[in-house]
């Protein structure tokens, strides 16, 4: 395992927001980055979805610390010395509910060896399980006349770092017992206030 120290860093799951130049509606999208505080990945945001103008912000954000029983750290990638087959997974659910025009989502983080076995795992979610239609690709497993569900996007999370990061940093999975829930921060944050 990783030496913690004050400097170290953390890798950090965002929802961003954005009412874009030309656009009518917020529109959203999730960000991963690693960084010793969320101030500091600041400029990583900007680079990650340009041309917002200063309508860019943050909705809600988390440290990932802990996933299906599992300790998330941060390490440097030279220092990686225990090889394992566990991958972090971000998983967006989609699904529609008859008569509304708009798309429900339900995002999972999950510890898995493959891209299959972190598929299985988001059938197993509520949001899966009891909002599914027959005929919605990728949502076969149950019947519910509401939603419609389909795996939207998965990743896995090394993945969607931005190329430096992926040349510096690994994201170590350990077994973890008794690690207390990642706190969630929801609300409006503004970039500039966190610098």
Do not use: C
Not at 89 to 100: A, E, R, T, V
Request: without cysteine.
């Amino acid at each position: 395992m990783s030496e913690q120290t004050s400097t170290e860093v953390k890798l950090y799951m965002l929802l961003l927001g954005s009412k874009a130049p030309g656009r009518h509606v917020e529109q959203h999208d999730v960000f991963f980055g690693i960084a010793a505080s969320l101030k500091d990945l600041v400029p990583d945001i900007k680079a990650f979805w340009k041309n917002t103008g200063s309508t860019l912000h943050i909705d809600g954000w988390r440290e990932v610390n802990r996933v299906d029983g599992y300790r998330i750290s941060v390490i440097l990638k030279e220092k990686a010395v225990i090889p394992t087959d566990n991958r972090l997974f971000f998983i967006n659910l989609g699904g529609y509910q008859s008569g509304k025009l708009e798309e429900q989502h339900y995002t999972v983080l999950t510890v898995q060896t493959d891209r299959a076995a972190a598929i299985q795992q988001s059938k197993k979610t509520v949001f899966f399980r009891n909002n599914t239609i027959a005929g919605m690709k990728g949502a076969n497993s149950h019947i519910d006349d509401k939603y419609g569900i389909d795996v939207d996007d998965i990743y896995n999370i090394e993945d969607m770092l931005s190329p430096g990061l992926k040349e510096k940093y690994h994201i170590e999975i350990t077994p973890g017992v008794d690690l207390p829930e990642d706190e969630v921060h929801l609300g409006y944050f503004r970039l500039e206030k966190l610098v």
